[in-house]
T-cell receptor
Framework: DAGVTQSPTHLIKTRGQQVTLRCSPISGHKSVSWYQQVLGQGPQFIFQYYEKEERGRGNFPDRFSARQFPNYSSELNVNALLLGDSALYLC????????????FGQGTRLTVV | DAKTTQPPSMDCAEGRAANLPCNHSTISGNEYVYWYRQIHSQGPQYIIHGLKNNETNEMASLIITEDRKSSTLILPHATLRDTAVYYCIVRGPNFGNEKLTFGTGTRLTIIP
């Protein structure tokens, strides 16, 4: 069975540009969450989408946005990139219930120069 | 979600049991304790979770104290592949809210 897949795996962008990251959840998982992990820190929650609706948002500026499609895949968009946006961006999918585990993809490594 | 406290780093000899502690003194009665680990530059991997009772699966055991203010993750026979950062996370049973709050975790190094 395919796990959570993210694309691209690596990306280099220039300050001020825009970027779109993609995530395909595990089949049957309707919840997708996005996390940012900068070097030396734990992942930080950005967004969660469930049934195409935003269910949670972390403390990130409006330059960050996301959406979920009818097939439950998701995109994360970041506008006006800053050097500080350089990080590993992780996508996680899960079944939604009282207590279930999240399954993470391998991430997209974004470098802003 | 309750805050957790973990030691920043630990070493364990290969083949021995690795015991990783976590304090969560403000945990609420309906909050679960989750453990994830992250091997260098990979996505976090789920290990185990529990509410009140001790839990065991093919990867590890989770021991939760009776007052639920702390827990210990046990890797029974550590191998070099268990070298990773281990995160202890407390999360409420909010249906539809899948947010995980990661701290800085414990960097476990398995020594040959």
């Amino acid at each position: 069975d395919a796990g959570v897949t993210q694309s691209p795996t690596h990306l280099i962008k220039t300050r001020g540009q825009q970027v779109t990251l993609r995530c395909s959840p595990i089949s049957g998982h309707k919840s997708v969450s996005w996390y940012q992990q900068v070097l030396g820190q734990g992942p930080q929650f950005i967004f969660q989408y469930y049934e195409k609706e935003e269910r949670g948002r972390g403390n990130f500026p409006d330059r960050f946005s996301a959406r979920q499609f009818p097939n439950y895949s998701s995109e994360l968009n970041v506008n006006a990139l800053l050097l500080g946006d350089s990080a590993l961006y992780l996508c996680a999918s899960s079944l939604v219930s009282v207590s279930t585990e999240a399954f993470f993809g391998q991430g997209t490594r974004l470098t802003v120069v | 979600d309750a805050k957790t406290t973990q030691p920043p780093s630990m070493d364990c000899a290969e083949g021995r049991a690795a015991n990783l502690p976590c304090n969560h003194s403000t945990i609420s009665g309906n909050e679960y304790v989750y453990w994830y680990r992250q091997i260098h530059s990979q996505g976090p991997q789920y290990i185990i979770h529990g509410l009140k009772n001790n839990e065991t699966n093919e990867m590890a055991s989770l021991i939760i104290t009776e007052d639920r203010k702390s827990s210990t993750l046990i890797l029974p026979h550590a191998t070099l592949r268990d070298t990773a950062v281990y995160y202890c996370i407390v999360r409420g049973p909010n249906f539809g809210n899948e947010k995980l709050t990661f701290g800085t975790g414990t960097r476990l190094t398995i020594i040959p």
